[in-house]
T-cell receptor, first 115, second 110 residues
Framework: DAGVIQSPRHEVTEMGQEVTLRCKPI?????LFWYRQTMMRGLELLIY????????DSGMPEDRFSAKMPNASFSTLKIQPSEPRDSAVYFC?????????????FGPGTRLTVL | GQNIDQPTEMTATEGAIVQINCTYQ??????LFWYQQHAGEAPTFLSY????GLEEKGRFSSFLSRSKGYSYLLLKELQMKDSASYLC???????????FGAGTRLTVKP
């Protein structure tokens, strides 16, 4: 059974360019989360979706960041324009709200470097 | 809001026992999670507590006291591969919003 899939695994771009990160959640999961991790700030929740609907985007740093989930099997996080301070590892995670632990399963992450 | 505190770094010896503490303040509580994260990898789920008490899973155990806003992760019979960061995370009541602590970097020495 495939876990959460993210692409690309590594992205190097120049300041001002648009960056699109992609995520495929675990099939059947109804929650999808985008996180950002840096040494300085740790793991931060950016936005999460329930049944493809954004529930809380209060963690999105600014208007340069946007996220979409057009269907249950795909989500994107876009940064436009990118800045050097956006350099981080971006994780996507998914979970199933079944009244149990509702554990979040993380993808391998996308390591973004903005020059 | 949520404040989650855990030590930044710990060191222990192979074969020993180590306890990693986590304290939290939250306006609503709906479960506490521990994740393990090896350098350059994604966090992986270790344990979950929603009621007070101890949950044991092999060499790992996790304890929760909701009244004290306190949890610990206990690792027994430490192995070199246990060297990693351990993240404490608190889920907010009535939604699936989960906030992570900064993590504790554990180094296991021979």
């Amino acid at each position: 059974d495939a876990g959460v899939i993210q692409s690309p695994r590594h992205e190097v771009t120049e300041m001002g360019q648009e960056v699109t990160l992609r995520c495929k959640p675990i099939s059947g999961h109804d929650y999808l989360f985008w996180y950002r991790q840096t040494m300085m700030r740790g793991l931060e929740l950016l936005i999460y979706f329930n049944n493809n609907v954004p529930i809380d985007d209060s963690g999105m740093p600014e208007d340069r960041f946007s996220a979409k989930m057009p269907n249950a099997s795909f989500s994107t996080l876009k940064i436009q324009p990118s800045e050097p301070r956006d350099s981080a590892v971006y994780f996507c995670a998914s979970s199933l709200m079944d009244g149990g632990t509702d554990t979040q399963y993380f993808g391998p992450g996308t390591r973004l470097t903005v020059l | 809001g949520q404040n989650i505190d855990q030590p930044t770094e710990m060191t222990a010896t192979e074969g020993a026992i180590v306890q990693i503490n986590c304290t939290y303040q939250t306006s609503g509580f709906n479960g506490l999670f521990w994740y393990q994260q090896h350098a350059g990898e994604a966090p992986t789920f270790l344990s979950y507590n929603v009621l007070d008490g101890l949950e044991e899973k092999g060499r790992f155990s996790s304890f929760l006291s909701r009244s004290k806003g306190y949890s610990y992760l206990l690792l027994k019979e430490l192995q070199m591969k246990d060297s990693a960061s351990y993240l404490c995370a608190v889920r907010h009541y009535n939604n699936n919003d989960m906030r992570f602590g900064a993590g504790t970097r554990l180094t296991v020495k021979p």
